[in-house]
């Protein structure tokens, strides 16, 4: 965020500026219980017009301020406006007719009063109505309201009913017996503009004296304008609610207790409904079930301090965000709030040293240094709500034309006692709050220092506290020796001076004075102790403004005694100077409040300069990129900051939106939720990141959280027609329950994909193209997926958990993809296209490796089937048995699919043609493109015979996609599979043997591959008597392959030297099995047949390649890939367990090793809608070692079963 500065002389500017922006006001009270007030339209701070008025501290909203005084009674400061505010007092005039005397107030003992407001329960008589307060004053006197329900009326007021209590109307009947009217008497209040004290509620006990107070709630619903709440905390430690604020009545009406389990010391209230409290413990409560109709929350959530031995000193909320200062002056941000989680996940630290923060409108916050000098935090945005620096409040001051910069020559001209210090903090003086500085670290000159280390504290800390310890008495300083207080250059100065800070009292020595090593130790000013509040310091109770005000022009240099409950005493010299303190100088500040300052990331305030920050975050994220991708001048902005010598800081950054998320369970239905990705910066550039999902179910918020550093994938899925993704964990992947969420247009989608994949990518440390050695996936949408292999992942023991792959997307769209160790990558689209990776890959991921973006585009089939029964009557029709399949339906006859209503696998596709019969359905069909069959569902056939009852015919549509991506087209034939011989990392060859097959089946051997010309140079044609469907390429160039009957091949003599072979050899299939697809290791063989079941080849050596026999291994399997390792992936066809799983999951076979080379059993991973997996590119070869069986059941889809088929002799063709 940049805070913009007009040039002198653009009066004009300021002027427009000026009538753009509304005029708000900055609260502040010094040390002496003056309120001051500052406006965003003007230059100088002004006091409060009314001299005798100390307050202890305020509390700002909208349109209003509140303030506590040194006399423990509320005061309301109401902004002036154009509207009065005016309350209409009423009561009701009651009389019952009899015989003799008519209409009278003599009434029957069981009536109303005579004089009682609406209901008759309560009586009201016109001499019983006072002003609630001084500031209040009657606008007249009584009348009668000669209106009935709004309508004139001409019977003087009155409405008649037959008893009370009944309808009344303004007809009189020959039954009304009773009747009443309504008298009415305006008040108006007077003390807009002024402090007001706020009245004692009587008869009920009063909750003073009172020692905090807090402002908020006006933002709690959508409607504006609504009226604020006002919470206060007693010096009991009871939490108090002011009820019946109301716009015409701003004092509000009576106070209200609000149980709380431990004793609060302080509490903050937000615009929302947030709402925090600091106890005397130092721990911190949130208030949950805060709402419109529950404005005092339901109940109490304890979270620890930040600090596991450092107790939080003072918290302010805002409308999502959380702030908090420790007692070493320290400040802390809650990361996660929000009102579906008011306790938020963790505590981050925040560059400064502050003694007490605020947050104010638009989340923008203000502080106290610890120097006494306001300070304002800059950069705050919906985007980053942590800021990125502080800078003081540098307003005029009086008269002086002279700016109040942060205190170098602080009106203390003398320091603190540790009486007086307690003073300023609590009511109770206890501990010093300020504590020694370090001599060696205070010197003149000091240069921007290096933070500490910050941490990020999640909740379930501990909540030890600190230890009590004790203070020492020392001599009084004399007031020429009397150190002065430094102004810190940036906020590691208060944090490098506090480091080694204990609870003894010592002085801060002046940093003007000679040379470290020849300074004399002041000697210390003395130590009146105070009575101990329970062990532990108080923080942030009460000023004793009165004892500072006693303290002044005190000259003498012994200590004063005073009142244990309040003592403030202070060293000679302390709050006075010879100009007068706190008057030519400027304040000393204590407490500042910008509840009612309207300033956010485009004000252009004059009395804030963002030149020369404290503290600046230099690091740049995903989130931050995003948010700042319509920023240019802010991105200027930086430029400038970041060229100075600044500090680093921890930062927060959020995005936040819409989305739409599908609750999977019943009833079952996609809900509008909002989302937030919170990413936080440390100070030596390590992230994490958070993705929150706010949800409301049975008018209860709540929420669900994803740690950025467990996705293990980012996917989009085919919902409905949404633009949808799916967000995996390992544990969702383990229970097959992913995060389903979608938005609103593709490219809401697309940015909200890039956003989560870039921050998963970063804390993983993984940019640019992928490496050489990486898994490369497609799904049944289209989509690519790589996944980076560690040396772990084909480990013999400990291998890493399949669920556990981090998977990530990479722009195009394949049906299948095969890569090898050499960095080449081969792809084929839906269409048949051959398309070669046009990005680097390297041997590790590469953040300046290039990329090169071509046009991709892709064509794929959509598929609705027409089914028809047949009848004696009418022959074939539309009209099935009630357990019939839909008329017209998927392939399966499950799902019900009409061509209207039927549309592209994703928005991003777009049709091409027209619903069409299909001819070309497997099985064949008639000259009307009818298939036939007995029943529903069995095998259909081509032609009808006389037992055939039910038909059906395929119709298609074509779609296409178009995207920018890094693959590059390699004409001009259409594939149908393609297979890279694999290899070792080490590997060397000129050209790399990739093998191919039409869509026609002809087999094909590309020549001139390499890594300069990945895509190769022509297409060699390799002879067969019959097309095939499925080939391989593996180790020693043995070469496999499938003919469309499901006849196995072997081809002989491939060589770099004869990269076609001689001849095919037949390998006999195992019996009864028809083989669709299958995978060539380095000395291994694996199939896959029609029916799912996954086969392996023994007897594989290098003088007998074909192997003697087929040994079964599983069903329940799709895709088979076999590595240069011999490791063995496949694209699993379900997950026990879950029969509802969509189709096609990762699946990893474990234990495979050169003694066990069918491994022993299954890990599955990702999925469903998974399509196909290359591990052909994975030669990462971990430490081999004995390794013990798993321990546990087996995660095989089937027992394995072990029939051996013997080979026949090989026959060449």
């Not at 005397?101 to 069981?110: A, K, Q, R, Y």
């Not at 000697?523 to 006693?550: C, I, K, R, S, Y």
């Not at 709050?575 to 500042?592: D, H």
């Not at 084929?828 to 585009?857: F, K, L």
Request: hydrophobic share 35%; aromatic share 10%.
């Amino acid at each position: 965020m940049t805070l913009f500065v007009l040039p002198r002389g653009a009066a004009a500017s300021r002027s427009l500026m000026r009538a753009i922006m509304p005029i708000t006001l900055l609260w502040a009270v010094d040390v002496y219980g003056r309120v001051y007030s500052l406006s965003t339209a003007g230059q100088r701070w002004e006091r409060a017009d009314d001299s005798l008025l100390e307050l202890k501290r305020v509390s700002a909203g909208k349109g209003r301020c509140w303030g506590i005084g040194c006399d423990h009674h509320v005061y309301l400061n109401m902004m002036p406006s154009e509207t009065p505010i005016r309350y209409r007092e009423e009561t009701y005039e009651n009389q019952r007719w009899n015989p003799v005397d008519g209409f009278t107030d003599t009434l029957l003992p069981t009536d109303r009063w005579p004089w009682s407001d609406v209901t008759g329960m309560n009586p009201q008589p016109l001499h019983s109505f006072q002003l609630p307060s001084r500031s209040w004053e009657w606008e007249g006197d009584w009348y009668v309201d000669h209106t009935c329900g709004g309508e004139p009326s001409q019977t003087g007021g009155w409405e008649y009913a037959v008893d009370f209590p009944a309808n009344f109307s303004p007809d009189k009947k020959w039954n009304s017996c009773v009747r009443r009217r309504r008298w009415i008497r305006y008040r108006r209040y007077i003390a807009q503009g002024t402090w007001a004290k706020i009245p004692l509620d009587n008869p009920r006990k009063p909750p003073l004296p009172l020692c905090d107070i807090s402002c908020g709630g006006w933002e709690m619903s959508d409607q504006s304008g609504r009226y604020p709440y006002l919470w206060s905390v007693s010096q009991q430690g009871q939490v108090w609610f002011r009820e019946g604020i109301h716009p015409r009545v701003p004092e509000g009406t009576s106070w209200e207790e609000v149980e709380v389990p431990k004793e609060v010391a302080q509490i903050s209230a937000g615009p929302g409904d947030l709402l925090w409290a600091l106890l005397w413990d130092g721990n911190l409560l949130a208030r949950t079930g805060l709402s419109l109709d529950s404005p005092t929350g339901t109940s109490w959530l304890e979270v620890e301090s930040p600090g596991k031995e450092i107790e939080a000193l003072h918290v302010a909320v805002g409308v999502s965000v959380v702030w908090v200062v420790t007692k070493d002056y320290k400040v802390w941000f809650r990361r996660g709030v929000n009102s579906h989680n008011p306790c938020g996940s963790g505590w981050i630290s925040i560059g400064g040293e502050m003694m007490m923060v605020d947050v104010g409108l638009n989340d923008q916050v203000w502080a106290v240094g610890e120097d006494r000098g306001l300070y304002f935090r800059i950069g705050v945005t919906p985007s980053e709500p942590s800021g990125n620096g502080w800078i003081p409040v540098s307003a005029k001051w009086g008269n002086s034309k002279e700016v109040i910069p942060p205190r170098d020559d602080c009106e203390f001209n003398g320091q603190l006692t540790e009486a007086s210090q307690g003073s300023v903090l609590s009511c109770t003086d206890s501990d010093s709050e300020l504590g020694p500085a370090d001599p060696q670290n205070s010197t003149s000159n000091t240069p921007v220092l290096e933070a500490e280390a910050p941490s990020v504290v999640p909740l379930g800390g501990s909540d030890s506290p600190t230890p009590p310890q004790e203070k020492e008495d020392a001599p009084l300083a004399p007031q020429t020796n009397a150190p002065k207080p430094f102004i810190p250059a940036s906020d590691s100065f208060i944090n490098s001076l506090v480091s080694d800070r204990d609870r003894t009292s010592t002085l801060q020595p002046s940093i003007t004075e000679m040379p470290q090593e020849e300074r004399e130790e002041p000697p210390p000013a003395p130590v009146l102790q105070t009575p101990d509040a329970g062990g532990h310091d108080v923080p942030w109770m009460n000023v004793d403004l009165e004892g500072a005000e006693a303290a002044r022009g005190a000259q003498a240099a012994g200590p004063s005694a005073g009142d244990g409950s309040a003592a403030a005493t202070y060293a000679l010299g302390t709050l006075e100077s010879s100009r007068g303190v706190g008057e030519e100088e400027g304040p000393v500040w204590a407490w500042i409040s910008g509840g009612g300052c309207d300033v956010d990331a485009s004000s252009q305030i004059s009395w804030l300069s963002p030149a020369g920050p404290l503290t600046t975050s230099l690091s740049l994220t995903p989130v931050q990129s995003a948010a700042w991708s319509k920023q240019p001048q802010q991105q200027e902005h930086r430029e400038e900051i970041s060229k100075k010598p600044l500090e680093r800081s921890n930062s927060v950054w959020v995005r936040k939106g819409t989305l739409r998320w599908w609750r999977d369970w019943k009833p079952q239905r996609w809900i509008d939720v909002a989302v937030a990705l919170e990413q936080s910066t440390k100070s030596d550039g390590r992230k994490d990141s958070i993705f929150f999902v706010y949800y409301t179910q049975y008018d209860e918020k709540k929420y669900l959280h994803v740690f950025i550093n467990e996705v293990t994938a980012l996917v989009p899925v085919l919902r409905d027609c949404h633009y949808a993704f799916a967000v995996y964990t390992a544990e969702r992947t383990k229970q097959r329950w992913p995060l389903v969420l979608a938005a609103q247009s593709e490219k809401d989608m697309s940015d909200w994909l890039c956003l989560l994949s870039d921050c998963c990518c970063e804390c993983r440390g993984i940019t640019g193209p992928p490496s050489r050695q990486a898994l490369w996936s497609t799904t049944s949408k289209g989509d690519i997926m790589v996944h980076e292999p560690s040396l772990s992942l084909e480990a013999p023991a400990h291998a890493m958990a399949c669920d556990l792959m981090f998977w990530r997307q990479i722009h195009g769209h394949l049906r299948c993809v095969e890569s090898n160790s050499l960095g080449l990558v081969w792809g084929i689209g839906w269409d048949g296209t051959a398309w070669v990776y046009s990005g680097r890959c390297e041997q590790q991921p590469n953040p300046g490796g290039a990329v090169q973006m071509h046009q991709q585009t892709d064509v794929r089939s959509v598929h609705v089937y027409e089914n028809q029964r047949w009848n004696p009557m009418t022959g074939y029709t539309d009209k099935g048995l009630p357990t019939d399949r839909p008329m017209w339906s998927d392939e399966s006859g499950l799902k019900e699919c009409i061509k209207g209503s039927t549309y592209p696998p994703s928005p991003q596709w777009s049709w091409v043609s027209e619903w069409a019969v299909d001819y070309s359905v497997p099985g064949g069909t008639d000259k009307e493109g009818w298939q036939y069959a007995a029943d529903f569902p069995t095998m259909f056939h081509g032609h009808k015979t006389i037992k055939d009852f039910v038909r059906r015919r395929r119709w298609t549509r074509k779609c296409k996609i178009t995207l920018q991506a890094p693959w590059k087209q390699v004409p001009p034939i259409r594939l149908s599979d393609i297979s890279l011989m694999p290899c070792l990392a080490q590997s060397k060859m000129e050209q790399v043997p990739v093998w191919a097959l039409s869509d026609k089946g002809d087999v094909l051997c590309r020549l001139g591959v390499s890594l300069q010309n990945p895509a190769g140079s022509s297409w060699l044609h390799v002879g067969t008597d019959q097309p095939f469907k499925s080939i391989s390429i593996g180790g020693a160039n043995q070469v496999w392959a499938i003919a469309k009957d499901g006849a196995v091949f072997y081809r002989g003599s491939v060589s770099p030297q004869n990269p076609a072979g001689e001849c095919w050899y037949h390998i006999p299939s195992p019996l009864r099995q028809t083989l669709r697809q299958l995978s060539v290791g380095r000395t291994s063989v694996f199939a896959v047949d029609e029916n799912s079941n996954l086969w392996y080849r023994q007897g594989l050596t290098p003088s007998y390649p074909q192997g003697s026999a087929w040994e079964l291994i599983s069903n329940n399997v799709t895709k088979v890939s076999v590595g240069p390792l011999d490791q063995v992936w496949i694209i699993a066809d379900g997950v026990p367990g879950f029969p509802a799983e969509t189709p096609g999951a990762v699946c990893h076979r474990t234990s495979v090793g050169p003694m066990q080379p069918k491994g022993l059993s299954w890990d599955y991973g990702i999925g469903g809608g998974w399509e196909h997996i290359s591990v052909r590119g994975n030669s990462a070869e971990a430490p081999r070692g004995p390794h013990p069986p798993l321990a546990g059941p087996s995660r095989s889809p089937i027992h394995p079963q072990r029939p051996t088929q013997a080979n026949g002799s090989a026959t060449s063709v």
